[in-house]
């Protein structure tokens, strides 16, 4: 059997919107879950309402794995239930993160039992969703940045398993379990689509680096492609990745992507001073896609506070400029579309979506207040885009693979 990854989008609009919904244990040990506290569980039917008034129809959300199974091999559908149902009503194509940063209260990524437990999971969530919809296109996403979630962890100390110098065997002991989830998930249901949302960047050596400074930082550059190597097989084959496992490419560009690598310092991203190292977002879309011959997919993005809109206005032009250069872009994801709160402290709130909390409020999370400038750059963008993909583009196939 053969898959075609060059064949027409699976999504149902180019713009889609991201709803935070990490349920992670902070960097205080201290279990967040982001649907409640942000309101988007409470205000789903208005959440879903709203994105009508910029035909977003499309959505990233998340079960929550921590919520749906708090006894190992039990899974408790009942708030994906509720969301699916709320998806239905307003015709919104819900693609769906099966771990967003948080794991079940006996589970890390360094658990011998990890990858087996994930890899039920799926089976579980497969087997939920297609009782209920049969035929619709199911697009997962199996566990989200594990580039990120491996440093945040195993580097960093700002989650589960909380180490320092492990960042390697978290990657490892994710994309473990990455691997098998991905073969679970085809067994169950062959036409899945799996789509992965690593972080895009670009590490750059000091203006003047000796030779050893060069180095050092074209390795922390190329690290970012660790996780989908391990997907595909090219790195770590003892862990069962395949070249059919990397299907749709999704890649999350912010504001502070690109930086020095030592002495650190982020580049600034209007790089208003001509900064020669700096790499503008279809460049780096560009070099991916060329890396693993497949569709890319800007699975979040956003500023926050009053660069939003100029943020947007560069993100289209990027957009555009990949498009033109023959670079299959399906989709950028607005992330968060709804305001979200810090995760270790639970304030400030970002700023960063198109929807803003009212802080004034006694509950924020219940409120939603449109930041006008950045829908008015969204139409914008929007209208860009769309004029881009009429036009005719240099055309590069992507290759189909064999599945298993």
């Not at 149902?12 to 506290?37: I, Y």
């Not at 994906?80 to 993160?97: E, F, S």
């Not at 960063?352 to 939603?368: I, K, N, S, V």
């Amino acid at each position: 059997m053969q898959k075609d990854f060059s064949a027409a989008s699976p999504f149902k609009s180019f713009w889609m919107g991201g709803f935070e919904c990490t349920d992670q244990l902070n960097a205080f040990g201290h279990r967040v879950d982001f649907l409640p506290l942000t309101g988007h569980l409470p205000l789903l039917d208005e959440d879903y309402t709203r994105l009508q008034d910029f035909a977003i129809g499309s959505v990233r959300e998340g079960i929550r794995w921590s919520q749906i199974e708090k006894t190992p091999y039990r899974y408790d559908w009942s708030t994906v239930q509720v969301m699916l149902d709320a998806g239905k009503r307003h015709g919104i194509q819900q693609i769906w993160d099966l771990c967003h940063f948080g794991y079940p209260d006996d589970l890390t990524p360094l658990h011998p039992m990890f990858a087996r437990r994930f890899a039920f999971l799926c089976r579980a969530f497969v087997d939920f969703y297609r009782q209920q919809r049969p035929d619709d296109v199911l697009i997962v996403t199996p566990i989200n940045e594990v580039s990120f979630m491996s440093w945040l962890g195993g580097d960093a100390r700002g989650t589960s398993p909380y180490c320092v110098g492990q960042g390697w065997e978290v990657k490892r002991g994710l994309m473990r379990a990455y691997i098998e989830g991905v073969a679970a998930l085809q067994e169950a249901d062959p036409s899945i689509r799996i789509l992965t949302t690593e972080p895009l960047i670009n590490v750059v050596p000091r203006i003047g680096a000796n030779a050893e400074e060069i180095r050092w930082a074209h390795d922390s550059h190329e690290s970012q492609f660790q996780s989908v190597d391990m997907l595909c097989g090219r790195l770590c084959p003892d862990l069962g990745g395949q070249p059919e496992y990397v299907d749709l490419l999704g890649f999350n560009f912010y504001y502070d992507n690109q930086w020095q690598h030592h002495p650190h310092h982020t580049l600034p991203w209007a790089n208003e001073s001509n900064d020669p190292r700096w790499q503008s977002l279809s460049q780096l879309l560009a070099k991916a896609h060329k890396r693993y011959d497949r569709p890319v997919v800007i699975t979040e993005t956003s500023h926050p506070g009053i660069d939003r809109p100029l943020w947007l206005e560069m993100i289209a032009k990027e957009s555009v400029a990949a498009i033109k250069a023959g670079v299959p872009l399906l989709g950028v994801c607005l992330y968060p579309i709804i305001d979200r709160p810090d995760w270790d402290h639970l304030s400030p709130w970002h700023h960063a979506g198109l929807w803003d909390a009212d802080l004034a409020h006694p509950e924020p999370g219940l409120t939603r207040v449109l930041h006008a400038p950045s829908a008015e750059a969204l139409l914008v963008a929007q209208a860009q885009v769309a004029a881009a993909q009429r036009q005719p583009t240099k055309r590069r196939l992507v290759k189909a693979v064999p599945s298993v």
